[in-house]
């Protein structure tokens, strides 16, 4: 039987340099919250690093082996999840290049991330066939394993909702059969006729009022179906929601809680305000950072008092301390009852504790090399597989299986 896909969550990181707490704070731990729940793929998206950095592929090779280091030691874990490179499994590049045959150039256009990031990164030349095609690249990504959940940061969700709209059209154009009424209702025979009545139910009910909820057990009803193949399935799909048959599901965005993981000086940790602490970086640099963090420019002597509201060493105490700690900072600051360093001693002995056994783990893996290699190609394998069936059923579809 087919494995349904929908609880199927896939995301992607571009390996441009080393991890950071706003990355583990981000997205990691919530990866390692999914990884538990739903089956996860993960990947270091190489191609999409190359868009931007195909004049310096350097950065990309120098990153790749770390970022996966970093992902392991933060507690992903290969049991768990599907870690590999994307540019090890050609799938990827290939439903790609067929989705582009029927990507209308205004929908690249319009993503927003196109021309911010040409505004943004002015120094490199962005205006390549490659670097447009960066969101459709990611559409290959999703769709190839029919992922029913991506979870993405904002920034990132109009690339998630053009993949909606690429599968959409896919399935428009090529999942329509001539005779896919008569298909359908040999499909739904092959129910079983308590099954079949309680489909047509669902499906009544879902296009009759909209309600999602018959929609789910209409889906769930499919997914446990053993004799149902592949097709015969996405028929069944696509006749609960009222088109034609589903060859690629429309996935849908997971946005991450909201983490505002602040850097050394406030603003939002990235690498280009260079206000970093890096997962693996050295104990003594961190108290460093920590220690010569601004704070509220008011406070200009000891006795001064401050405003926990001006100052980005509070925003820390946001992520790291409870209640009672934060109402001691409160007090402390405004009655200049607690000095600076007093105020950051909690922070840093929290950061510090809390990427001490991820830099225990890291060593493991920085000292055997080939046991990273090895997960990232039993990852890359089993992606091959799953990919290789979509493959197949996207080029049936379009009549490329002489
Ligand atoms: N574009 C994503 C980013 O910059 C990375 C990415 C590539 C991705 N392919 C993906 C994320 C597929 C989710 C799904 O962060
Ligand atoms: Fe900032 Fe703490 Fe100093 Fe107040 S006491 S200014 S919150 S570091």
């Given at each position: 039987m087919t494995v349904p896909t929908h609880n199927r969550v896939l995301s992607g990181m571009r390996p441009t340099g080393k991890l950071h707490l706003g990355h583990y704070h981000g997205v990691l731990k919530n990866w390692i919250?999914?990884?538990?729940?739903?089956?996860?793929?993960?990947?270091?998206?190489?191609?999409?690093?190359?868009?931007?950095?195909?004049?310096e592929p350097q950065i990309i090779g120098a990153s790749?082996?770390?970022?996966?280091?970093?992902?392991?030691?933060?507690?992903?874990?290969?049991?768990?999840?599907?870690?590999?490179?994307?540019?090890?499994?050609?799938?990827?590049?290939?439903?790609?290049?067929?989705?582009?045959?029927?990507?209308?150039?205004?929908?690249?256009?319009?993503?927003?991330?196109?021309k911010d990031q040409q505004e943004k990164l002015r120094e490199r030349d962005l205006a390549t066939y490659g670097f447009l095609g960066y969101p459709l690249l990611q559409s290959a990504?999703?769709?190839?394993?029919?992922?029913?959940?991506?979870?993405?940061?904002?920034d990132q969700v109009a690339h998630v909702e053009l993949t909606r709209e690429v599968a959409r059209r896919f399935n428009h154009l090529y999942g329509r059969e001539p005779d896919f009424e008569d298909m359908v209702m040999a499909a739904v025979r092959k129910m079983g006729k308590k099954n079949a009545k309680l489909y047509r139910e669902a499906r009544k009910r879902y296009q009759e009022q909209g309600d999602q909820e018959s929609l789910q057990h209409g889906r769930a009803l499919l997914d446990s179906q053993v004799n149902l193949s592949m097709g015969d399935r996405e028929r069944l799909y696509g006749y609960l929601e009222g088109s034609g048959r589903i060859i690629l599901p429309e996935p849908q965005a997971l946005l991450a809680p909201a983490s505002k993981m602040p850097g050394t000086d406030g603003q939002k940790m990235s690498k280009s305000y260079n206000n970093t602490i890096s997962l693996r970086e050295d104990p003594r640099v961190i108290e460093q950072?920590?220690?010569?963090?601004?704070?509220?420019?008011?406070?200009v002597r000891r006795n001064d008092p401050g405003d926990p509201?001006?100052?980005?060493?509070?925003?820390?105490?946001?992520?790291?301390?409870?209640?009672?700690?934060?109402?001691?900072?409160?007090?402390?600051?405004?009655?200049?009852?607690?000095?600076?360093?007093?105020?950051?001693?909690?922070?840093?002995?929290?950061?510090?504790?809390?990427l001490a056994?991820?830099?225990?783990?890291?060593?493991?893996?920085?000292?055997?090399?080939?046991?990273?290699?090895?997960?990232?190609?039993?990852?890359?394998?089993?992606?091959?597989?799953?990919?290789?069936?979509?493959?197949?059923?996207?080029?049936?579809a379009i009549g490329l299986n002489y």
């Amino acid at each position: 039987m087919t494995v349904p896909t929908h609880n199927r969550v896939l995301s992607g990181m571009r390996p441009t340099g080393k991890l950071h707490l706003g990355h583990y704070h981000g997205v990691l731990k919530n990866w390692i919250t999914l990884q538990h729940e739903y089956e996860c793929y993960f990947f270091v998206a190489d191609y999409h690093a190359l868009t931007t950095h195909y004049e310096e592929p350097q950065i990309i090779g120098a990153s790749v082996m770390d970022m996966v280091i970093d992902w392991l030691a933060a507690g992903v874990n290969p049991s768990n999840a599907r870690l590999f490179v994307q540019s090890a499994v050609p799938q990827h590049a290939e439903l790609h290049l067929l989705l582009s045959m029927l990507t209308p150039l205004g929908w690249l256009e319009r993503v927003p991330s196109y021309k911010d990031q040409q505004e943004k990164l002015r120094e490199r030349d962005l205006a390549t066939y490659g670097f447009l095609g960066y969101p459709l690249l990611q559409s290959a990504d999703i769709l190839i394993y029919k992922a029913g959940l991506v979870p993405v940061g904002d920034d990132q969700v109009a690339h998630v909702e053009l993949t909606r709209e690429v599968a959409r059209r896919f399935n428009h154009l090529y999942g329509r059969e001539p005779d896919f009424e008569d298909m359908v209702m040999a499909a739904v025979r092959k129910m079983g006729k308590k099954n079949a009545k309680l489909y047509r139910e669902a499906r009544k009910r879902y296009q009759e009022q909209g309600d999602q909820e018959s929609l789910q057990h209409g889906r769930a009803l499919l997914d446990s179906q053993v004799n149902l193949s592949m097709g015969d399935r996405e028929r069944l799909y696509g006749y609960l929601e009222g088109s034609g048959r589903i060859i690629l599901p429309e996935p849908q965005a997971l946005l991450a809680p909201a983490s505002k993981m602040p850097g050394t000086d406030g603003q939002k940790m990235s690498k280009s305000y260079n206000n970093t602490i890096s997962l693996r970086e050295d104990p003594r640099v961190i108290e460093q950072k920590l220690r010569t963090m601004p704070t509220d420019p008011a406070r200009v002597r000891r006795n001064d008092p401050g405003d926990p509201a001006k100052c980005p060493v509070f925003q820390l105490h946001r992520v790291y301390s409870d209640d009672a700690r934060r109402d001691w900072v409160v007090e402390g600051c405004t009655t200049a009852g607690i000095g600076c360093l007093d105020c950051k001693q909690p922070v840093i002995d929290a950061v510090l504790a809390e990427l001490a056994p991820l830099r225990e783990r890291a060593k493991e893996f920085e000292q055997d090399p080939q046991r990273v290699r090895n997960i990232l190609q039993e990852g890359a394998e089993a992606a091959r597989d799953s990919a290789d069936e979509t493959m197949k059923e996207v080029k049936a579809a379009i009549g490329l299986n002489y």
